[in-house]
């Protein structure tokens, strides 16, 4: 399995109508497990309640999908249980009167090992664009939608249409709530973009395409589709989350491409290639490992991942080749590690 490094961001605006954003954005690069979260939230509801939703919504995800994932509990299950928490705690929140029938949209993006996991309810997107080609990933939950679907409105109305906003489904409303639920296995190369319904309304699917192509730094893409609507009216608060999948090397790679970084990086004389390729045996935990890189740490940057820990103890392995392999023993390959601890452990 090649590694992917999710990198985001994200932005969120008023608009030049609306007194106050609604909108609510989250980018959670560290949830755990390697995974990276992200959101859109809409709220609706008078007295701006709507904010409170969305706001709930936010908090209720980035504190739940975290302790969900460090109690492995699956990521799909994580993501789901976390939006049926946020709609309990709107819920319970809507019991004072200025926020009676407060609800929110939210679309989340959890990016976890090679899968993308799409939870959604209400009429805020996530749209992916792979290769040139861009995808809405989710269906909104709107009574246009409905009619779309059951041929009363033309697909192509559907965006313009008066009673778009009437949502069907939205958290903080029924005690109940089903998200839809998708999976996406991630490709390096993937962008993914959430947007509320200011930004989508007002940039259509192949208009986002062309930010998203034209602009490689995700926050930049962001500040552009929501300077689009808002240059468009800003009728309503606008929202993105921009996200790119590479691997992981780049990720480190760009990480440490600080000059001085850099500087040592080539000093130890390896390159990415190399770090694809490479494996070696080494100790984690006490163990034998197998691990993809070499032995080498940059300025904190460790140049390697575990491949996995072997049953072997480090005791177990004759004194005379224990230093070695603390230090790292050079393999072509998981298997030949196999066959040379297997070597080790025989030798006296
Ligand atoms: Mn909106």
């Given at each position: 399995m090649r590694g992917l490094a999710a990198a985001g961001a994200a932005c969120s605006d008023t608009g030049r109508?609306?007194?106050?954003?609604e909108d609510r954005v989250l980018v959670l690069e560290?949830?755990?497990?390697?995974a990276a979260l992200y959101v859109v939230a809409d709220g609706l509801g008078g007295h701006a309640a709507g904010s409170v939703a969305s706001a709930l919504a936010v908090q209720v995800l980035r504190a739940t999908v975290p302790a969900l994932l460090a109690a492995r509990v699956p990521p799909q299950e994580a993501l789901i249980r976390a939006v049926r928490d946020a709609n309990d705690e709107i819920r319970e929140r809507a019991t004072d009167p200025d926020r009676a029938g407060m609800a929110t949209t939210c679309t989340a993006l959890l990016c976890i090992g090679t899968e993308g996991l799409v939870v959604h309810v209400g009429d805020s997107r996530a749209y992916l664009l792979r290769g040139r080609e861009i995808q809405q990933l989710t269906t909104d939950h709107s009574l246009v939608q409905e009619l779309v679907r059951h041929g009363g409105v033309a697909p192509q109305d559907a965006d313009a249409h008066?009673?778009?906003?009437?949502?069907?489904r939205a958290l903080g409303v029924e005690p109940d709530v089903q998200p839809d639920v998708l999976t996406v296995p991630l490709r390096s190369g993937d962008v993914f973009c959430l947007t509320s319904d200011g930004v989508s309304g007002a940039v259509p699917a192949e208009e986002i395409a062309a930010v998203l192509r034209g602009t490689p730094d995700a926050e930049a893409a962001c500040e552009t589709l929501v300077g689009l609507a808002n240059a468009r009216g800003g009728l309503d608060n606008a929202s993105a989350v921009v996200v790119r999948l590479r691997p992981r090397w780049a990720a480190v790679l760009a990480r440490i491409a600080a000059p001085a970084a850099l500087a040592a990086f080539l000093a130890v004389g390896v390159g990415v290639y190399q770090l694809e390729h490479s494996y070696f045996l080494g100790v984690s935990g006490g163990r034998v490992a197998v691990m993809r890189g070499v032995p080498a740490r940059v300025l904190g940057v460790s140049l390697f991942t575990l491949v996995r820990v072997t049953?072997?103890?480090?005791?177990?392995?004759a004194p005379a080749y224990r230093a070695s392999l603390t230090q790292g023993i050079p393999v072509r390959s998981p298997d030949e590690a196999q066959n040379l601890l297997d070597d080790l452990v025989r030798r006296p």
């Amino acid at each position: 399995m090649r590694g992917l490094a999710a990198a985001g961001a994200a932005c969120s605006d008023t608009g030049r109508v609306r007194e106050v954003n609604e909108d609510r954005v989250l980018v959670l690069e560290h949830a755990g497990r390697g995974a990276a979260l992200y959101v859109v939230a809409d709220g609706l509801g008078g007295h701006a309640a709507g904010s409170v939703a969305s706001a709930l919504a936010v908090q209720v995800l980035r504190a739940t999908v975290p302790a969900l994932l460090a109690a492995r509990v699956p990521p799909q299950e994580a993501l789901i249980r976390a939006v049926r928490d946020a709609n309990d705690e709107i819920r319970e929140r809507a019991t004072d009167p200025d926020r009676a029938g407060m609800a929110t949209t939210c679309t989340a993006l959890l990016c976890i090992g090679t899968e993308g996991l799409v939870v959604h309810v209400g009429d805020s997107r996530a749209y992916l664009l792979r290769g040139r080609e861009i995808q809405q990933l989710t269906t909104d939950h709107s009574l246009v939608q409905e009619l779309v679907r059951h041929g009363g409105v033309a697909p192509q109305d559907a965006d313009a249409h008066a009673q778009r906003h009437v949502l069907t489904r939205a958290l903080g409303v029924e005690p109940d709530v089903q998200p839809d639920v998708l999976t996406v296995p991630l490709r390096s190369g993937d962008v993914f973009c959430l947007t509320s319904d200011g930004v989508s309304g007002a940039v259509p699917a192949e208009e986002i395409a062309a930010v998203l192509r034209g602009t490689p730094d995700a926050e930049a893409a962001c500040e552009t589709l929501v300077g689009l609507a808002n240059a468009r009216g800003g009728l309503d608060n606008a929202s993105a989350v921009v996200v790119r999948l590479r691997p992981r090397w780049a990720a480190v790679l760009a990480r440490i491409a600080a000059p001085a970084a850099l500087a040592a990086f080539l000093a130890v004389g390896v390159g990415v290639y190399q770090l694809e390729h490479s494996y070696f045996l080494g100790v984690s935990g006490g163990r034998v490992a197998v691990m993809r890189g070499v032995p080498a740490r940059v300025l904190g940057v460790s140049l390697f991942t575990l491949v996995r820990v072997t049953a072997v103890g480090i005791g177990q392995v004759a004194p005379a080749y224990r230093a070695s392999l603390t230090q790292g023993i050079p393999v072509r390959s998981p298997d030949e590690a196999q066959n040379l601890l297997d070597d080790l452990v025989r030798r006296p």
